[in-house]
C-alpha cells in the first residue's frame, strides 16, 4: 500500500485522466481526425463497453454494435466526449431472424434510407442486373453481399464477398481499392446524414414534449404521478412514463417516438441500465402476429403482449434474481441503481420501470421454476409437483430398508 501511496498512484490518476480526453489527437469543433479501422470517416464515437476504446466513425460504430447493441458510447462534440446511444449511429432491433434484418425488407438489408432506391443507390443498376445475373442471385442478395463486405476488413472477406466485388469492379472499370472506398464514403455521408436528421427530429419533439407541459410547470420541479383511481395496479400493459412538471435537464440524449424509417423505439432495461433502441420487426408472412415470441428468441422479454413498449434483458432479470438471493437488495434499490447507472448527474431524469419489472421479475421466477420442473403445460402442474427433493427425508424406496413398517413398529 505503501508503493501505492508513493508511486503508483499519480501515475495511476494520470492514466485515468487521459481517458478522459483525446490523448494526441486535435480538440477542435473541426476535428477530421480519419477512423482507426476504416481510415475514411470522421473518428468521433467510441464504446465504453468495448475492449478497443479507440476512437471511430459512424459507421464503423454501426457495425462493431450490430450484435452488441446494449454497450455505451460517447461522442466528441469538439470539446469534451458527452454521453451518447447507439440508435444515434443507426443500430436498431432486428427480429424474426436471429438478429438479422429480415430478408423481405431490401432497404434494411442495405442499411440505407428506405426512400432511397438501394440497387441505384451503391450500384449502377445494368452492374448489378449482369452481377446478379452472373452468380444466379437475385439483386437483394448481392447488394446484401455487398453490404456485409463493407462491415470489415478486406483481409478478413469471405470468397463469395471478394468475388462480387470483383466482378462489380471489372464491369464499372475501377480497381477493388477504389470501388470499396467509394462505397464506404457513400455509406459514410449516408450514415452522418441519417443521424444528424435523427438528432434533429428528437430535438424537435423534445421541444415540443417540454413545450406542452411548460404551462403545468410547478417552482419545485418534482415529477407528479398520476393516482390510479380504478385501484388496478396490476395491468397486463406497460406503465409508461408518468407526466412529469418542471425542467428535467438533458443530460442524456433522448430518443425520438421513431427512427426515418418509421420504425417505433422501446426501451430495454439491461444490467447496465436502459436503453432506447427502434425496432424492425420481421414482415414475413409467418411472423406477423408473434412479435413477443420474436423478442423471446432474442432473449428479451416484453413486458406486455399487446403494445409492446419496455423489454427486459435475460441477463437482467437473473441478475435481478441473483442480487436478491445473494446481496438482499429489494427491488426498488435494484431499479434506483439501473437509473443511476443509465444516468449518474440525474437519474430522476431515467423514466420508471418500477411496476413492470415487479411483474415480470415474478412471471420470470415462475417460468424458472416451471422449467427445472418441466412442467410444460398447466396440466401436469399438481399439487406438491414443485417440492425440492430432501436426501434427509425418509422416503420408501430411497433411503428407507424394504421392512422398515414391520421393523419399526417394533422397536418404536
Keep these: 500500500m505503501r508503493d501505492w501511496l508513493n ?72 470539446r469534451h466526449y458527452q454521453q451518447g446511444a447507439l440508435w444515434q449511429v443507426g443500430v436498431k432491433i432486428h427480429t424474426g431472424h436471429n438478429g438479422s434484418p429480415c430478408p423481405s425488407s431490401l432497404s434494411a438489408l442495405a442499411g440505407l434510407d428506405p426512400k432511397m432506391p438501394a440497387p441505384q443507390a451503391l450500384v449502377a443498376t445494368n452492374v448489378l442486373e449482369e452481377v446478379a445475373e452472373q ?11 455487398v453490404s456485409d463486405a463493407l462491415e470489415h476488413p478486406p483481409a478478413l472477406m469471405s470468397q463469395i464477398e471478394c468475388d462480387v466485388l470483383k466482378s462489380i469492379a471489372d464491369k464499372s472499370g475501377q480497381s477493388i481499392l477504389d470501388l470499396l472506398v467509394y462505397l464506404k464514403r457513400f455509406l459514410l455521408r449516408s450514415a452522418e446524414r441519417d443521424a444528424e436528421d435523427l438528432q434533429a427530429y428528437s430535438d424537435h419533439t423534445a421541444a415540443e414534449a417540454e413545450g406542452s407541459t411548460s404551462e403545468h410547470q410547478q417552482s419545485d420541479g ?31 440524449p433522448r430518443a425520438p417516438p421513431a427512427d426515418g424509417a418509421g420504425n417505433k423505439f422501446i426501451t430495454v432495461v439491461h444490467t447496465n441500465g436502459f436503453h432506447a433502441l427502434p425496432v424492425a420487426w420481421c414482415t414475413c408472412p409467418s411472423h406477423l ?14 413486458a406486455s403482449t399487446d403494445h409492446i ?49 415487479g411483474r415480470v421479475s415474478r412471471q420470470w421466477r415462475n417460468l424458472k421454476y416451471r422449467k427445472w420442473f418441466w412442467l410444460l403445460d398447466n396440466l401436469n402442474a399438481k399439487r406438491g409437483s414443485m417440492a425440492l427433493f430432501c436426501a434427509a427425508c425418509p422416503q420408501d424406496g430411497i433411503n428407507l430398508p424394504p421392512d422398515w413398517e414391520t421393523s419399526y413398529h417394533a422397536n418404536p
Design 7 to 78: 508511486d503508483k498512484r499519480p501515475v495511476y490518476l494520470e492514466r485515468i485522466l487521459q481517458m478522459k480526453a483525446r490523448s494526441g489527437r486535435a480538440t477542435g469543433p473541426a476535428v477530421q481526425d480519419s477512423c482507426t479501422r476504416c481510415g475514411v470517416g470522421r473518428a468521433v464515437w467510441r464504446c465504453l463497453d468495448c475492449t478497443d476504446k479507440t476512437d471511430i466513425c459512424v459507421l464503423c460504430c454501426r457495425y462493431a454494435h450490430t450484435m452488441n447493441m446494449f454497450h455505451r458510447v460517447e461522442k466528441w462534440n469538439g
Design 135 to 145: 452468380f444466379g442471385k437475385s439483386q437483394a442478395d448481392i447488394l446484401s453481399v
Design 222 to 252: 418534482v415529477p407528479i404521478l398520476e393516482e390510479n383511481v380504478d385501484g388496478d395496479n396490476d395491468d397486463w400493459e406497460d406503465e409508461d412514463e408518468r407526466p412529469s412538471k418542471g425542467h428535467v435537464p438533458r443530460f442524456i
Design 289 to 302: 402476429e408473434d412479435r413477443d415470441l420474436q423478442l423471446l428468441d432474442l432473449h428479451l422479454y416484453p
Design 309 to 357: 413498449s419496455t423489454v427486459f434483458t435475460f441477463n437482467l432479470l437473473d441478475d435481478h434474481r441473483y442480487n436478491y438471493l445473494e446481496c438482499k437488495s429489494s427491488r426498488y434499490q435494484f431499479h434506483n441503481k439501473l437509473r443511476r447507472l443509465t444516468c449518474p448527474l440525474y437519474p430522476a431524469g431515467v423514466p420508471s420501470r418500477y411496476v413492470e419489472l
